[in-house]
Nanobody, 119 residues
Framework: QVQLVESGGGLAQAGGSLRLSCAAS????????MTWYRQAPGKERELVAA????????NYADSVKGRFTISRDNAKNTVYLQMNSLKPEDTDVYYC????????????WGQGTQVTVSS
């Protein structure tokens, strides 16, 4: 069982920055690829950024490329999302997801953290 707790959300002005963190419980964090998603009310959940279990590869949605950076610290069981040059359209609830490299049923979600960007 892995529990994920997001933090760092809040209110920012357009052009500003926020840094989201997702802290994971358990001793096998390094076996999990980590992904940040976001979802607005009435819309489908959208992949924002992903990072492999060892941190060697990342992937971003086109809408955030060049503005957001995903990283992880396996020693701290934490994944981060640095969000720069924020836009009002980045306003969403952001969710952290962990999925095991080899066991598909081991897939976990955090509770979400609200990010609001004012124009």
């Amino acid at each position: 069982q892995v529990q994920l707790v997001e933090s760092g959300g809040g209110l920012a002005q357009a052009g500003g920055s926020l840094r989201l963190s997702c802290a994971a419980s358990g001793r096998t964090f390094s076996d999990y690829a980590m992904t940040w998603y976001r979802q607005a009310p009435g819309k489908e959940r959208e992949l924002v950024a992903a990072i492999t279990s060892a941190g060697g590869s990342t992937n971003y949605a086109d809408s955030v490329k060049g503005r957001f950076t995903i990283s992880r610290d396996n020693a701290k069981n934490t994944v981060y999302l640095q969000m720069n040059s924020l836009k009002p359209e980045d306003t969403d609830v952001y969710y952290c997801n962990a999925h095991h490299d080899y066991v598909p049923r081991l897939n976990y979600w955090g509770q979400g953290t609200q990010v609001t960007v004012s124009s």
